[in-house]
């Protein structure tokens, strides 16, 4: 699992309540990655971070926010959870940013939006 | 937009026969092609990691192989065992961009013992 730890694993939460989830390595990467896992859509990223407090979105980034305070925390945010936001999250991590560097992930957070 | 689609949706063979997977890229101008692996419940297990310049690579029993100007790739997997029975998926990482990857919807294998 590359020393990533994805915190809680299985959440369910109501509709209009926020949430965060948590990603920590220990792989002292410097790219930190966040995606969603939907059937039919396979995994999509939502946003990225490239170092401490350096953030930019990814292709679904609506309704989400993140952040990096420390090399081994992504947090990710969803301000007012919503039901289209159920899905598995997974959090990835990256070493460079060359051809030859790939992404590893985490067990992912099942989160249920009722 | 690039577009990646991996047929078929799923398969199942017996234990002991060699197979291919297929993955498929609407935009050549690729920088590299990865494969994962996924079980069920858990997230994803890197493979093998393909570079634009490089036309295969392999990983003991796997092969994987990129045809840029196609737009193909595929995953050999030889001398199939029950423990391969898993997710697979192909990403892709477009040129110039940060390691943002574009996956396809992935093949889910059997293996039957």
């Known amino acids: 699992d590359a020393g990533i730890t994805q915190s809680p694993r299985h959440k369910v939460t109501e509709t209009g309540t926020p949430v965060t989830l948590r990603c920590h390595q220990t792989?002292?990467?410097?790219?930190m990655y966040w995606y969603r896992q939907d059937p039919g859509h396979g995994l999509r990223l939502i946003h990225y971070?490239?170092?401490?407090?350096?953030?930019d979105k990814g292709e679904v980034s609506d309704g989400y926010s993140v952040s990096r305070s420390k090399t081994e925390d992504f947090l990710l945010t969803l301000e007012s959870a919503t039901s289209s936001q159920t899905s598995v999250y997974f959090c990835?991590?990256?070493?460079?940013?060359?051809?030859?560097?790939?992404?590893?992930f985490g067990n992912g957070t099942r989160l249920t939006v009722t | 937009k690039q577009e990646v689609t991996q047929i078929p949706a799923a398969l199942s063979v017996p234990e002991g026969e060699n197979l291919v997977l297929n993955c498929s890229f609407t935009?050549?101008?690729?920088?590299?092609l990865q494969w994962f692996r996924q079980d069920p419940g858990k997230g994803l297990t890197s493979l093998l990691l393909i570079q634009s310049s490089q036309r295969e690579q392999t990983s003991g029993r796997l092969n994987a192989s990129l045809d840029k100007s196609s737009g193909r790739s595929t995953l050999y997997i030889a001398a199939s065992q029950p423990g391969d029975s898993a997710t697979y998926l192909c990403a892709v990482r477009r040129s110039g961009a940060t390691n943002k990857l574009i996956f396809g919807t992935g093949t889910l294998l059997a293996v039957q013992p």
């Open positions: 935009d050549s101008a690729i920088y590299n």
């Open positions: 990835a991590i990256s070493d460079g940013q060359g051809s030859d560097s790939p992404l590893h």
């Open positions: 971070s490239y170092g401490v407090k350096d953030t």
């Open positions: 792989e002292n990467h410097r790219y």
